[in-house]
C-alpha cells in the first residue's frame, strides 16, 4: 500500500560566497507500507535535506510531497497548522543526537507528543509505559536523558517516534553515535517494531549493516536517488 510519494524535487541552498548549490534535482521517491529503506551518500549529499523535505519540515522549492492518509493530502498545500498536525501523527522522527528535553524524564519524553496532540494525559502515559516495556526501558522509566547511555537514549527517541502510531518513521543516522552492539541492537529492535506495528522506516545512513537489512537500497548522489543492490 502507497503511503506517501515525492516527485520532481528540487531544493537549492546558496553557500557562503551566495552562489547557488543545488542538493537535489528532479528527485522521486515513492513509499510503501512496511518498507525499510536505506538512503545512503557521502556527506553534503542532500540525505538530511530529503529526510526533512519528505516529513514536512522543509519545504522544496518545486516538486510535490503527497501522502495517503484515507485521501491523498499534499504537504505543502497545507496550513502551517494542519502540516504540524500531520506531522505528528503521520511521521516519527528520530536523530543522531536524539533531541530528548533534559528537563523530563524518559517517560514524560516519550509521552511529549502525544500530548501535544491533544491526547489524554493518563492515556498518554500508558502509551508510553508499554513503548517504553516493549523498547527495553522499562527499568529506566524516571530517569533523565543525563543518566542514560547513548544506546539507552535511543532507544528513548524510538519510543517517542511511535507514540502517535506513526505510518513512517523518518531515521537520519540513527546510529552515528553508537557502537557496535548498539547498532546491532538497534537493528534488531527495528525489524521487530517493522513487523508488529507494520510500520515503515526510512534511514539516512551511513551503515552498511542498516543499508544490507533494508528491502530498498538507495544512493543519493548529484541530487538524484539511484537504486543501490549491491553493498561494497
Known amino acids: 500500500m502507497e503511503l506517501l510519494k515525492a516527485t520532481n524535487i528540487h531544493k ?5 560566497t551566495k552562489e547557488k548549490t543545488e542538493v537535489l534535482k528532479d528527485l522521486d521517491i515513492l513509499i510503501n507500507q512496511q518498507d525499510l529503506i536505506s538512503i545512503q551518500g557521502v556527506s553534503g549529499s542532500g540525505k538530511s535535506t530529503l529526510l526533512h523535505i ?10 510535490n510531497v503527497v501522502i495517503f492518509n484515507g485521501s491523498q493530502i499534499n504537504l505543502y498545500d497545507q496550513s502551517d497548522k ?3 498536525k500531520i506531522r505528528n501523527t503521520f511521521f516519527g522522527f528520530v536523530f543522531q543526537f536524539h533531541h530528548l528535553l533534559p528537563e523530563f524524564t524518559s517517560i514524560e519524553n516519550v509521552a511529549m507528543p502525544a ?6 494525559k493518563k492515556d498518554a502515559f500508558r502509551r508510553a509505559e508499554e ?6 526501558m522499562k527499568d529506566k522509566m524516571q530517569k533523565k536523558p543525563s543518566t542514560l547511555s547513548g544506546g539507552e537514549q535511543q532507544r528513548v527517541a524510538i519510543a517517542r517516534a511511535l507514540i502517535n502510531r506513526p505510518k513512517i518513521v523518518l531515521a537520519d543516522e540513527p546510529t552515528g553515535n553508537l557502537d557496535a552492539i548498539n547498532t546491532s541492537q538497534f537493528l534488531d529492535l527495528m525489524m521487530t ?3 508488529e506495528f507494520r510500520i ?8 552498511i549493516e542498516i543499508a544490507e537489512k533494508a528491502n530498498r537500497q538507495f544512493l543519493l548522489r548529484n541530487g538524484k536517488l539511484e537504486p543501490y543492490s549491491k553493498i561494497s
Not at 131 to 136: A, M, Q, T, Y
Not at 200 to 207: E, G, L
Open 54 to 63: 519528505i516529513g514536512g519540515l522543509d519545504k522544496p522549492d518545486k516538486g
Open 200 to 207: 515503515t522506516f526510512v534511514i539516512a545512513t551511513h551503515s
Open 82 to 84: 494542519t502540516l504540524a
Open 131 to 136: 513503548l517504553l516495556i516493549k523498547v527495553g
Open 193 to 195: 517494531l517493522i513487523a
Open 115 to 120: 500530548l501535544i496532540g491533544g491526547a489524554d
Open 12 to 16: 537549492a541552498y546558496l553557500n557562503k
